[in-house]
Structures are given as structure tokens and as C-alpha cells.
């Protein structure tokens, strides 16, 4: 298996004015007191190590009192805003225990941890800096998965919920030995159909860091659940193998797994059981993704070239001449889904 890699980092995108007017309409948008170059004035930050000793990439930051003061208040705000519809009466048992910073990455987030006094329950979330892919990734996936996906914008920054989950490599390496062979073929079931999704919704980079891996407790046994955590990496590559995480070598193991456990029939079997169930999703929100698709296609949001090899590209993949017309990476996002829409034959 040939390695797939990510030659530059993406630029961020601005957020157009159409597509500011679609988030507002779904209620998306918010209004908050502190943005994402606010927290960036910290003056002081420590390494986080994970429990081996080594550099996780992030950075816990501090502020001066009186200035942290007025930070914490304003992220309590946030949290209520985005778990509670901004519900104050939570406000006085908030407490923010660490403020993270990440310098990796395109968005380089910052990680906050709220916690409740009352029963020392905490929540995290993220403020990023906004990019229009990246919301378009969050509304596909929200759209065309299984998953639900909660986030709040305002002006440039970004606000999104912690996805709960084991990390795809952590998983990889400290728990995908201690699976049974029957959890083995059900997780290798759940790649392949992670495959797939990421490939018709055009999101790319998933390396085994950049997922996690959700067990799930059904009456006797322990059923396994991949989603994606990153969506820096939405319609920008024209390689369409970046939209493939059977390409990246960190996923090589799970690959590997998946050629042991199942035979191509069942492959391709699951395979169709994603389409099948975007088709559903696409129908039953049509009216939403028809507005959000009409928005993405006058975005700009790769380069030309780009563009033309990942048509070029996905035209041979499928044979379908319909994206040789493609002008913008919403195109071709649309064309894919009529592709798998036409092979259900179900008219929209």
C-alpha cells in the first residue's frame, strides 16, 4: 500500500456572506465576548506530556488574574451557550480548570475544560479559528452521517463540542489487541464503511489521529463506532486517495484487518449499505443540502488545479463523465452524491 501524503498546509478560507446567512437561518451563529485572538495573549504556557512522558503537541497557557478573571466568564457564557442554549442559572458552579493551546494543525485550537463544583463533572470545547471548509465539512457530516455535530460561530471564531471517543492511533495501539476476533471483523466493518463516507462527502487526512473509535455496550457484547474529529483537511487535495484513509499508512493495521476478517463480497456489501443510507439522508434533508450545496459551488475553496485533478481523478474512478463539468469543489461534491443517488434510482 502506497502512503499517501499532504505536500502544504490549507490555507483558512473566510466565511462567505451567503454562507453566513445559511448558518444564522439553522442556527449556527451566536454572539460572545471572547474571541480566538483573545485567548492567543496568554502569557505563559507550560508542555502537556501523556502518561509515556511525551510532547501531545499541546500547551496548557496562562493569563494574568485580572485578565483570566474576565476570560473564565466569558468561556462559561460559551458553555452554556453551546450545551444549554444560554441557560445562566449554571452560571455560578462553572469553573474553567485548563486552557490548552494545540500547535499542530491548521486550525491550532484551543482546548477548554469546564467543570461543574456541584458534582466535578467536566465538559471540553474547542475555539478555532473560523474556515468555510471546515464548516462545510461539519454540515456534511452532520448532514450525511450518522452522527450530529455541535457547533456555534461567531465572527471569526469557531466554537465546537469534544467529541467523545478513543482516539483512532491510542486505540490502535493499546486496545485493537485485546479485541475479540468477532470485535476484530465488526470494527473492520465500521472502517470500511468509515471509508466510504469520507470519500462521498470529500473529506480528507483521515489519519489514525484525526478519528476516534467509540465502543458501544449492547446488552452482551461491545459494538465499535468510527467518526472523524478534524475536518481541517474538507475539499481542498486533488489526490482523491487523501479522501481514502485506507491510504494513509498510519491506518495500515486497520487495513490490514479488514483484508483478514472480511471477503470482498462483504466489502463491498457495506460499501453499498453507506450509500444507501446517505441516499436516505440526502432525500430526507434535501431542501437543507440542496441550500448548502448551492452555497459551497460558488465558494472557492481549493486551487484550480486542484480542482481538475480531483475531478479527473474521480471521473476515472467511476466512470461517470458528469464530473468533467465540474468547476468548484461544490460541484464536484454534488456530482458524487447524484452519482450515488442515480444508482439507487431515486430522483430528487
Not at 68 to 73: D, Y
Not at 109 to 129: A, Q
Not at 279 to 288: C, L, M
Amino acid at each position: 500500500m502506497k502512503d499517501v501524503r499532504i505536500a502544504f498546509r490549507k490555507p483558512i478560507f473566510p466565511i462567505s456572506e451567503s454562507l453566513m446567512k445559511y448558518l444564522d437561518k439553522h442556527n449556527r451563529t451566536t454572539k460572545i465576548q471572547v474571541l480566538y485572538e483573545d485567548l492567543l495573549r496568554f502569557s505563559d504556557s507550560v508542555v502537556i506530556e501523556d502518561k509515556e512522558g511525551k510532547d501531545t503537541l499541546w500547551r496548557g497557557v496562562f493569563y494574568p488574574e485580572h485578565e483570566f478573571l474576565e476570560i473564565e466568564a466569558s468561556l462559561n457564557k460559551i458553555y452554556t451557550l453551546l450545551h444549554s442554549d444560554g441557560d445562566e442559572a449554571t452560571l455560578p458552579f462553572l469553573k474553567v480548570d485548563t486552557i490548552d493551546f494545540c500547535t499542530f494543525g491548521n486550525s491550532q485550537p484551543f482546548r477548554i475544560r469546564v467543570r461543574n463544583i456541584l458534582n466535578d463533572n467536566y465538559t471540553n470545547f474547542y475555539i478555532k479559528r473560523a474556515d468555510a471548509s471546515r464548516i462545510y465539512g461539519l454540515e456534511l457530516e452532520d448532514l450525511l452521517s450518522p452522527n450530529r455535530i455541535n457547533y456555534l460561530i461567531y465572527k471569526n471564531t469557531l466554537i465546537e463540542e469534544h467529541i467523545l471517543g478513543i482516539p483512532g492511533d491510542v486505540f490502535i495501539k493499546n486496545h485493537l489487541s485485546k479485541c475479540s476476533e468477532l470485535e476484530k471483523s465488526q470494527i473492520s466493518k465500521e472502517f470500511v464503511k468509515f471509508n466510504e463516507r469520507c470519500l462521498i462527502g470529500l473529506l480528507g487526512d483521515m489519519r489514525s489521529y484525526n478519528y476516534v473509535i467509540i465502543p458501544v455496550h449492547d446488552f452482551d457484547q461491545v459494538i465499535y463506532r468510527i467518526r472523524p474529529i478534524d475536518f481541517d483537511q474538507q475539499t481542498y487535495e486533488g489526490n482523491f486517495k487523501v479522501y481514502l484513509p485506507q491510504y494513509f499508512k498510519e491506518n495500515s493495521i486497520m487495513v490490514k484487518m479488514v483484508l483478514d476478517k472480511l471477503k470482498p463480497t462483504s466489502i463491498e456489501q457495506y460499501r453499498k449499505e453507506v450509500r444507501s443510507q446517505i441516499v436516505k439522508r440526502v432525500t430526507s434533508s434535501k431542501r437543507r443540502f440542496d441550500e448548502l450545496i448551492s452555497i459551497m459551488k460558488r465558494d472557492n475553496l481549493a486551487p484550480e488545479e486542484n480542482v481538475n485533478e480531483l475531478k479527473k481523478g474521480l471521473q476515472k474512478l467511476t466512470y461517470d463523465v458528469n464530473f468533467k463539468y465540474c468547476k468548484t469543489m461544490g460541484d464536484i461534491i454534488e456530482t458524487g452524491i447524484k452519482f450515488v443517488v442515480k444508482n439507487y434510482k431515486i430522483e430528487l
